[in-house]
T-cell receptor, first 118, second 111 residues
């Protein structure tokens, strides 16, 4: 079975541009979470979607938005890119909506999209 | 809010034992998870503790003490492939549907 897949793997943008990152969860998983990971730090929560509804939002500006499609895949959009948006963007899927609340509520991560903003 | 503190780096030799501590400041805490991430790779789930005590999974064990808001990951019989970053993570009821990660501990295994 395929794991979580993300595209593209690498992306270079310039300040002010817009970017769309894509994620396909593990088959049967209905929850998708997005995380930003700056080099040398832990992943920071951006959004969680479950059954196409936003269930959680982290402390990120409104330039960040996301959505989940009927097939449970997801997009993360970032507008007006800043240099500080350069990071690894990780998508994670889980079967249910409350990751970290039980042994079976673990997150399965994709390998991420490395975004560089110049 | 939520915060999880862990050491930034640990170095050990093959065959040794390493303990990575994690302290957290939460209320309404569900449990403590541990993830491993190799350079350039995706974080992968290692273990979860909901109750006080030790959970063992092969060479890796994880411990939780709710009264002390403290947990640790124990890596035994270290192998070169264990060189990676290790993150503790937790969810709390007040924070909704997010898993919050610590800053990570980079483990370097030397021959």
């Amino acid at each position: 079975d395929a794991g979580v897949t993300q595209s593209p793997t690498h992306l270079i943008k310039t300040r002010g541009q817009h970017v769309t990152l894509r994620c396909s969860p593990i088959s049967g998983h209905k929850s998708v979470s997005w995380y930003q990971q700056v080099l040398g730090q832990g992943p920071q929560f951006i959004f969680q979607y479950y059954e196409k509804e936003e269930r959680g939002r982290g402390n990120f500006p409104d330039r960040f938005s996301a959505r989940q499609f009927p097939n449970y895949s997801s997009e993360l959009n970032v507008n007006a890119l800043l240099l500080g948006d350069s990071a690894l963007y990780l998508c994670a899927s889980s079967f249910r909506a409350l990751p970290g609340t039980g042994k079976n509520e673990k997150l399965f991560f994709g390998s991420g999209t490395q975004l560089s903003v110049l | 809010g939520q915060s999880l503190e862990q050491p930034s780096e640990v170095t050990a030799v093959e065959g040794a034992i390493v303990q990575i501590n994690c302290t957290y400041q939460t209320s309404g805490f569900y449990g403590l998870s541990w993830y491993q991430q190799h350079d350039g790779g995706a974080p992968t789930f290692l273990s979860y503790n909901a109750l006080d005590g030790l959970e063992e999974t092969g060479r890796f064990s994880s411990f939780l003490s709710r009264s002390d808001s403290y947990g640790y990951l124990l890596l035994q019989e270290l192998q070169m492939k264990d060189s990676a970053s290790y993150f503790c993570a937790s969810s709390i009821k007040a924070a909704g549907n997010k898993l919050t990660f610590g800053g990570g501990t980079r483990v370097l295994v030397k021959p």
